[in-house]
Protein backbone atom coordinates (compact mmCIF):
# COMPACT_ATOMS: atom_id res chain seq x y z
CA UNK A 1 0.00 0.00 0.00
CA UNK A 2 2.62 2.44 0.94
CA UNK A 3 4.39 1.85 -2.47
CA UNK A 4 1.11 2.79 -4.17
CA UNK A 5 0.82 5.95 -1.66
CA UNK A 6 4.74 6.73 -2.99
CA UNK A 7 3.30 6.89 -6.79
CA UNK A 8 -0.06 8.00 -6.72
CA UNK A 9 1.39 11.47 -4.64
CA UNK A 10 3.81 11.32 -7.23
CA UNK A 11 1.25 11.79 -10.30
CA UNK A 12 -0.74 14.01 -8.00
CA UNK A 13 2.17 16.38 -8.05
CA UNK A 14 2.49 15.98 -11.38
CA UNK A 15 -0.86 16.85 -12.44
CA UNK A 16 -0.97 19.80 -9.76
CA UNK A 17 -0.40 22.71 -12.48
CA UNK A 18 1.31 24.81 -9.03
CA UNK A 19 4.17 22.28 -9.24
CA UNK A 20 5.66 22.72 -12.52
CA UNK A 21 3.09 22.33 -16.09
CA UNK A 22 1.62 25.37 -16.00
CA UNK A 23 5.23 27.01 -15.95
CA UNK A 24 6.37 24.68 -18.74
CA UNK A 25 3.47 25.02 -21.01
CA UNK A 26 4.11 29.02 -20.66
CA UNK A 27 7.63 29.04 -21.20
CA UNK A 28 6.89 26.72 -24.88
CA UNK A 29 4.01 29.41 -25.52
CA UNK A 30 6.46 32.03 -24.71
CA UNK A 31 8.97 30.36 -26.99
CA UNK A 32 6.59 29.13 -29.48
CA UNK A 33 8.54 26.12 -29.64
CA UNK A 34 7.45 22.73 -27.99
CA UNK A 35 11.02 22.68 -27.02
CA UNK A 36 10.48 24.98 -24.53
CA UNK A 37 8.02 22.44 -22.90
CA UNK A 38 10.81 19.73 -23.32
CA UNK A 39 13.49 22.01 -21.58
CA UNK A 40 11.77 22.83 -18.57
CA UNK A 41 10.85 19.11 -17.45
CA UNK A 42 14.43 18.42 -16.22
CA UNK A 43 15.38 21.04 -14.13
CA UNK A 44 11.87 21.16 -12.42
CA UNK A 45 11.92 17.71 -11.38
CA UNK A 46 15.18 18.03 -10.53
CA UNK A 47 13.94 20.88 -8.08
CA UNK A 48 11.20 18.73 -6.65
CA UNK A 49 13.21 15.48 -5.62
CA UNK A 50 16.02 17.85 -4.01
CA UNK A 51 13.42 19.41 -2.05
CA UNK A 52 11.28 15.89 -1.18
CA UNK A 53 15.03 14.43 -0.84
CA UNK A 54 16.10 17.37 1.50
CA UNK A 55 12.98 16.36 3.82
CA UNK A 56 13.22 12.51 3.57
CA UNK A 57 17.11 12.82 4.40
CA UNK A 58 16.64 15.53 7.93
CA UNK A 59 13.62 12.63 8.54
CA UNK A 60 15.74 9.76 8.20
CA UNK A 61 18.81 11.07 10.33
CA UNK A 62 16.64 12.39 13.14
CA UNK A 63 14.88 8.78 12.96
CA UNK A 64 18.49 7.22 14.18
CA UNK A 65 18.00 9.17 17.36
CA UNK A 66 14.35 10.00 17.40
CA UNK A 67 12.35 6.43 18.40
CA UNK A 68 9.60 5.96 15.48
CA UNK A 69 6.19 6.04 17.71
CA UNK A 70 7.63 9.94 18.36
CA UNK A 71 8.40 10.49 14.91
CA UNK A 72 5.36 9.56 13.71
CA UNK A 73 4.02 12.16 16.34
CA UNK A 74 6.09 14.51 15.11
CA UNK A 75 4.89 14.27 11.24
CA UNK A 76 2.12 14.06 11.95
CA UNK A 77 1.88 17.52 13.80
CA UNK A 78 3.80 18.99 10.83
CA UNK A 79 1.66 17.66 8.37
CA UNK A 80 -1.50 19.30 10.10
CA UNK A 81 -0.09 22.30 10.92
CA UNK A 82 1.74 23.20 7.53
CA UNK A 83 -1.76 21.96 5.97
CA UNK A 84 -3.68 24.62 8.08
CA UNK A 85 -1.09 26.99 7.53
CA UNK A 86 -1.80 26.39 3.49
CA UNK A 87 -5.31 26.72 3.93
CA UNK A 88 -5.27 30.46 5.98
CA UNK A 89 -2.16 31.31 3.56
CA UNK A 90 -2.21 30.81 -0.24
CA UNK A 91 1.12 32.01 -1.15
CA UNK A 92 4.22 30.75 -3.59
CA UNK A 93 7.29 31.79 -4.08
CA UNK A 94 7.69 34.48 -6.71
CA UNK A 95 11.21 35.72 -7.40
CA UNK A 96 11.52 34.32 -11.27
CA UNK A 97 10.20 36.46 -14.42
CA UNK A 98 9.70 34.24 -17.56
CA UNK A 99 13.14 34.65 -18.46
CA UNK A 100 14.80 32.04 -16.93
CA UNK A 101 17.34 29.23 -17.43
CA UNK A 102 17.74 25.63 -15.65
CA UNK A 103 18.89 26.69 -11.79
CA UNK A 104 16.35 29.39 -12.38
CA UNK A 105 14.11 26.51 -12.96
CA UNK A 106 15.73 23.56 -10.69
CA UNK A 107 15.26 26.71 -7.69
CA UNK A 108 12.16 27.72 -8.54
CA UNK A 109 10.53 23.65 -8.63
CA UNK A 110 12.69 23.18 -5.21
CA UNK A 111 10.88 26.67 -3.67
CA UNK A 112 7.65 25.58 -4.67
CA UNK A 113 7.75 21.88 -3.68
CA UNK A 114 8.43 22.91 -0.01
CA UNK A 115 6.15 25.81 -0.37
CA UNK A 116 3.59 22.78 -1.08
CA UNK A 117 4.63 20.58 1.99
CA UNK A 118 5.75 17.67 -0.93
CA UNK A 119 8.07 15.82 1.26
CA UNK A 120 5.76 16.45 4.33
CA UNK A 121 3.13 14.20 2.90
CA UNK A 122 5.65 11.29 1.73
CA UNK A 123 7.52 11.18 5.67
CA UNK A 124 4.85 8.93 6.78
CA UNK A 125 4.85 5.99 4.20
CA UNK A 126 8.55 5.73 3.83
CA UNK A 127 8.69 5.91 7.90
CA UNK A 128 5.93 2.79 7.81
CA UNK A 129 8.20 1.00 5.50
CA UNK A 130 10.96 1.53 7.55
CA UNK A 131 9.55 -0.09 10.05
CA UNK A 132 8.27 -2.52 8.25
CA UNK A 133 12.31 -3.48 7.09
CA UNK A 134 12.83 -3.65 10.79
CA UNK A 135 10.32 -5.66 11.40
CA UNK A 136 11.29 -8.34 8.98
CA UNK A 137 14.71 -8.52 11.25
CA UNK A 138 12.45 -10.61 13.41
CA UNK A 139 14.43 -10.85 16.64
CA UNK A 140 18.25 -11.08 15.06
CA UNK A 141 19.47 -8.25 16.68
CA UNK A 142 22.65 -8.22 14.46
CA UNK A 143 20.76 -8.11 11.08
CA UNK A 144 18.59 -5.68 12.52
CA UNK A 145 21.56 -3.25 12.57
CA UNK A 146 23.08 -4.30 9.32
CA UNK A 147 19.50 -3.32 7.96
CA UNK A 148 19.31 -0.09 10.17
CA UNK A 149 22.67 1.05 7.65
CA UNK A 150 21.90 -0.05 4.62
CA UNK A 151 18.60 -1.26 3.72
CA UNK A 152 16.67 1.61 5.56
CA UNK A 153 18.35 4.03 3.49
CA UNK A 154 17.28 2.08 0.22
CA UNK A 155 13.76 2.60 1.27
CA UNK A 156 14.18 6.05 1.21
CA UNK A 157 16.19 6.51 -1.63
CA UNK A 158 14.05 3.93 -3.79
CA UNK A 159 10.62 6.13 -2.64
CA UNK A 160 12.42 8.97 -3.80
CA UNK A 161 13.40 7.50 -7.08
CA UNK A 162 9.79 6.40 -7.39
CA UNK A 163 7.79 9.22 -6.73
CA UNK A 164 10.07 11.47 -8.97
CA UNK A 165 9.28 9.29 -12.18
CA UNK A 166 6.02 9.12 -11.26
CA UNK A 167 6.12 12.75 -11.11
CA UNK A 168 7.84 13.59 -14.28
CA UNK A 169 5.86 10.83 -15.70
CA UNK A 170 2.91 12.80 -15.78
CA UNK A 171 3.84 16.02 -15.42
CA UNK A 172 5.69 16.09 -18.87
CA UNK A 173 2.02 14.13 -20.59
CA UNK A 174 -0.06 16.83 -19.01
CA UNK A 175 2.20 20.07 -19.85
CA UNK A 176 2.26 18.01 -23.45
CA UNK A 177 -1.03 17.37 -23.62
CA UNK A 178 -2.07 21.06 -22.23
CA UNK A 179 0.38 22.62 -24.82
CA UNK A 180 -0.64 20.36 -27.61
CA UNK A 181 -4.15 20.08 -27.96
CA UNK A 182 -5.81 22.43 -25.23
CA UNK A 183 -3.75 25.87 -24.42
CA UNK A 184 -3.95 27.93 -22.13
CA UNK A 185 -8.10 28.54 -22.50
CA UNK A 186 -8.44 25.16 -20.82
CA UNK A 187 -7.69 27.06 -17.13
CA UNK A 188 -9.86 29.80 -18.07
CA UNK A 189 -13.02 27.13 -17.89
CA UNK A 190 -12.31 23.75 -16.06
CA UNK A 191 -9.90 25.22 -13.64
CA UNK A 192 -9.96 23.30 -10.39
CA UNK A 193 -8.39 24.18 -6.69
CA UNK A 194 -5.66 21.39 -6.45
CA UNK A 195 -4.05 23.73 -3.74
CA UNK A 196 -7.16 23.45 -1.45
CA UNK A 197 -7.74 19.75 -1.77
CA UNK A 198 -3.99 19.55 -1.04
CA UNK A 199 -4.45 21.47 2.19
CA UNK A 200 -7.43 19.29 3.34
CA UNK A 201 -5.35 16.17 2.34
CA UNK A 202 -2.15 17.70 4.40
CA UNK A 203 -4.35 17.94 7.48
CA UNK A 204 -5.79 14.51 6.85
CA UNK A 205 -2.71 12.58 6.37
CA UNK A 206 -1.65 14.32 9.12
CA UNK A 207 -4.80 13.46 11.44
CA UNK A 208 -4.61 9.84 10.37
CA UNK A 209 -0.92 9.00 11.05
CA UNK A 210 -1.94 10.74 14.34
CA UNK A 211 -4.98 8.64 15.39
CA UNK A 212 -3.83 5.23 14.09
Known amino acids: MEWNAVLFLGAYHGINPGMGWLFAVALGMQQGSARGVW ?81 LMLLPFVINMSDHVFASAGSHLHHSAVMTNTAVPWVGALALGLHTAAYLLVLAGVAWIVYRKLGLELLRTAWLNLDLIWSCALVGTGLFVLCF
Do not use: E, N
Request: with cysteine; charged share 10%.
Open 39 to 119: RALAPIALGHAAAVGSVLLIAGLAQAIVPLSTMKVIVACLLVGFGLYRLWRHSHPKFVGMRVGFRDLTLWSFLMASAHGAG
